[in-house]
């Protein structure tokens, strides 16, 4: 039995209203997530480029940094190399100087039989006529020697009329 028509209506229309708005809101929810999952495959899709742009220089810069390093390794080695060549350079000039002053210094009775060169020591074996020439050349070899004289190792006669002696003797070469 129906007392109140009017009341029924009204809660008729309250549940209609309620489940359209139950409705829009699920509409709009299906929308709202649709427009998210299209701006979350967009946001996933550029940060995807992005992470690519970004792998892609860092590959770009180790290549780089490898081809720095490679080059730097490089002209350390080209250096070392020239320095070598210079210090060549400098002691075949010291070593031509030296065989300078020894021609000049040389008395005309001595002769150079052998030289050998051990680090910055010369070793000289030679014959001379008479021992003061020997002792001629010791003294004019120290005039040019600044940090040590030359030291006389051996001397001896070479023949029994005692014309000739065999000598041996070490020189510093200066700096």
Known sequence: MNLLPWREE???????????????????????????H????????QERLFTA???AIQKENSRNQLAREQYQ???????????KIQQVHVQRVKLIRLFNELMQDL?????????????????????????????QLMQRLAKHSVSRKP??????????EGRRYHFCMEYWQDA
């Not at 390794?73 to 320095?83: G, H, P």
């Open 53 to 55: 742009k970004i792998q």
């Open 151 to 160: 030291v006389l190792l051996e001397i001896k006669q070479a023949s029994r």
């Open 38 to 45: 299209m701006y979350l495959k967009q946001f996933l899709s």
């Open 73 to 83: 390794q490089t002209k350390r080695q080209w250096r070392q190399q020239i320095e």
């Open 107 to 135: 008395p005309p009775q001595v002769t150079l039989t052998s030289l050998q060169r051990l680090g910055d020591k010369l070793i000289l074996h030679g014959m001379a006529l008479n021992s003061s020439e020997v002792s």
């Open 10 to 36: 009204a809660q008729l229309t309250r549940v209609r209203c309620v489940w359209i708005g139950i409705l829009c809101v699920t509409g709009v929810a299906w929308i709202s997530s649709g427009i998210g």
